[in-house]
């Protein structure tokens, strides 16, 4: 079946030790998005990817960036992690918005990111 | 940008009870989807739903573009249906950015 792939499921880091949290996609959609969600709160855009245009929301931190090296695969990046970034990490993919307006959104079953 | 309002915060139901849950949004929109986030946070797509009315089962759901709300039905529920659902839109203007409401967090009891 086609999906979206996060890797790993649990992911601890410590204090200031970069991390990457992975994604893949079979379905060869051309927008791939990253949320953050942290405890009882509701999940929020990051950043996205248009093919290889890199799309970043004003008030993401400077200390989150992404890669996104092929169609397939969507990388986050957390240079120097502090305790208020451990939060459920998600990442979705959508076909490009056609004439018809807009396209669902498909989600991995996210990255749990926790900080030491 | 746009604003998603759900409500209620949190439902308790006996099991095999009806329940619906509403979503208010403040633009047109071109997105509309509903998610069922279960206990091990994986967020389940139930609904694309920008407009009309859809089922799945023991599910439904209906929107009203014109009006800017959608509504999910949630009939004879099971305590598997318990977890948090969120509705998220995004509007016509712009690209395409999904904006999440605070979610209904449901409790259905045996």
């Known amino acids: 079946d086609a999906m979206v792939i996060q890797n790993p499921r649990y992911q601890v880091t410590q204090f200031g030790k970069p991390v990457t949290l992975s994604c893949s996609q079979t379905l060869n959609h051309n927008v791939m998005y990253w949320y953050q969600q942290k405890s009882s709160q509701a999940p929020k855009l990051l950043f996205h990817y248009y093919d290889k245009d890199f799309n970043n929301e004003a008030d993401t931190p400077d200390n989150f960036q992404s890669r996104r090296p092929n169609t397939s695969f969507c990388f986050l990046d957390i240079r120097s992690p502090g305790l208020g970034d451990a939060a459920m990490y998600l990442c979705a993919t959508s076909s490009s918005p056609g004439w018809k307006g807009g396209q669902p959104q498909h989600f991995g079953d996210g990255t749990r990111l926790s900080i030491l | 940008g746009i604003q998603v309002e759900q409500s209620p915060p949190d439902l308790i139901l006996q099991e095999g009870a009806n329940s619906t849950l509403r979503c208010n949004f403040s633009?047109?929109?071109?997105?509309l989807q509903w998610f069922h986030q279960n206990p091990w946070g994986q967020l389940i797509n139930l609904f694309y739903i920008p407009s009309g009315t859809k089922q799945n089962g023991r599910l439904s759901a209906t929107t009203v573009a014109t009006e800017r709300y959608s509504l999910l039905y949630i009939s004879s529920s099971q305590t598997t249906d318990s977890g948090v659902y969120f509705c998220?839109?995004?509007?016509?203007?712009?690209?395409?950015?999904?904006?999440f409401g605070t979610g209904t967090r449901l409790l259905v009891s045996p």
């Open positions: 633009d047109s929109v071109n997105n």
């Open positions: 998220a839109a995004s509007s016509n203007t712009g690209f395409q950015k999904l904006v």
